[in-house]
């Protein structure tokens, strides 16, 4: 049975008392809803954000303090390292780390991404989370479905829920699941003071998307495995990355010149930014990165279309790099 979508912002209290829900900026039924749904499927508690970068900016301004340091994996998606400087500015700092071995000594966070977006690597859990620091990780390309962190250890998990949860390209949320009641409890406080709650619809179109999550990911994993295969052999392409599981890969050709004539030769497959949804996507990363990326980089996210058709897709477009 469908979820009702509950828009009411403030409900009446019982008996002269605050409910369950007095303000939707505290929750609201859909979001708490959905963060059930959701915090079964990844093993603890789970908190919605506005987006994954909300999620990520209220761990660390709930959680550190002025003059503490983050060790974030190297590597790792774009956008986290971005907010870290952006939050240098509050006195946070961060360093980065080859997180497929031990973290540094002198950190208060350590900062994984299973896989890394692009380069999927896979952290060293059991050395991370045998650091004194608390440990965080992004499974964002993973999904619960894959890789479920608090399981190795970590302290607290983080999605991008965008991308695959929702997985249809039309709902921009985050989320935060841990099994720790303080940090739980420390987050949500935030979350109502600061206002970066998820909103009802938002929260419907994930629990829409959780439905479907199984299949969608057994169907974009299976085309996926087919067509690293397929680049592995073609002379054009000189590096594939590739997790071993997901729907997320990456690959290289020689150069930007040619990474520009692939992405823009692609018909089926659309060249466009952001991962997860049903429709494949691909994109030369450096215009985004710029050095910390080979200019040649393309990462490709495999939707719902024909494995074979997408092969033919690529396989064209490659003939012009």
Same mark, same amino acid.
């Given at each position: 049975m469908t979820t009702p979508l509950e828009r009411s912002t403030t409900w009446p209290y019982e008996d002269g008392e605050p409910g369950a829900f007095t303000y939707a900026r505290f929750s609201s039924p859909t979001v708490a809803e959905a963060e059930r749904r959701l915090g079964e499927l990844d093993g603890g508690e789970a908190l919605?954000?506005?987006?994954?970068?909300?999620a990520s900016t209220a761990i660390v301004l709930a959680l550190l303090e002025p003059g503490?340091?983050?060790?974030?994996?190297?590597?790792?998606?774009?956008?986290?390292?971005?907010?870290?400087?952006?939050l240098a500015r509050w006195g946070v700092r961060h360093v980065e780390f080859d997180q497929t071995g031990p973290p540094p000594n002198d950190v208060d966070l350590i900062w994984l991404e299973a896989p890394s977006n692009p380069f999927l690597?896979?952290?060293?859990?059991?050395?991370?989370?045998?650091?004194?620091?608390l440990v965080v990780c992004d499974a964002t390309a993973a999904t619960p479905l894959n890789v479920?962190?608090?399981?190795h250890g970590c302290d607290v998990v983080v999605h991008s829920a965008t991308k695959y949860l929702a997985g249809h390209d039309? +709902?921009?949320?985050?989320?935060?699941?841990?099994?720790?009641?303080?940090?739980?409890?420390?987050?949500?406080?935030?979350?109502?003071?600061?206002?970066?709650?998820?909103?009802?619809?938002?929260?419907?179109?994930?629990?829409?998307?959780?439905?479907?999550?199984?299949?969608?990911?057994?169907?974009?994993t299976a085309s996926a495995r087919a067509i690293v295969e397929r680049l592995r052999d073609h002379p054009a392409v000189e590096r594939v990355r590739y997790p071993g599981f997901g729907a997320l890969l990456s690959f290289d050709v020689v150069d930007a010149n040619a990474a520009r004539r692939?992405?823009?030769?692609?018909?089926?497959?659309?060249?466009?930014?952001?991962?997860?949804?049903?429709?494949?996507?691909?994109?030369?990363?450096?215009?985004?990165?710029?050095?910390?990326?080979?200019?040649?980089?393309?990462?490709?996210?495999?939707?719902?279309?024909?494995?074979? +058709?997408?092969?033919?897709?690529?396989?064209?477009?490659l003939a012009r790099a």
């Open positions: 919605l954000f506005a987006s994954g970068t909300a503490q340091t983050v060790a974030l994996a190297a590597g790792a998606y774009y956008g986290t390292g971005v907010m870290l400087d952006e690597t896979m952290p060293d859990f059991e050395a991370a989370c045998a650091h004194p620091a479920r962190p608090l399981d039309d +709902a921009l949320v985050g989320a935060v699941v841990t099994r720790n009641t303080e940090i739980a409890a420390r987050l949500r406080e935030h979350r109502t003071r600061t206002g970066c709650v998820c909103a009802p619809d938002v929260a419907w179109l994930l629990l829409r998307g959780l439905q479907t999550l199984e299949v969608r990911l057994a169907r974009q692939v992405e823009t030769g692609t018909r089926l497959i659309a060249n466009m930014t952001s991962l997860g949804g049903v429709r494949s996507r691909i994109e030369a990363r450096s215009r985004w990165e710029g050095d910390r990326v080979s200019p040649g980089l393309l990462r490709l996210s495999v939707g719902l279309e024909d494995p074979d +058709a997408l092969w033919a897709d690529l396989e064209q477009a």
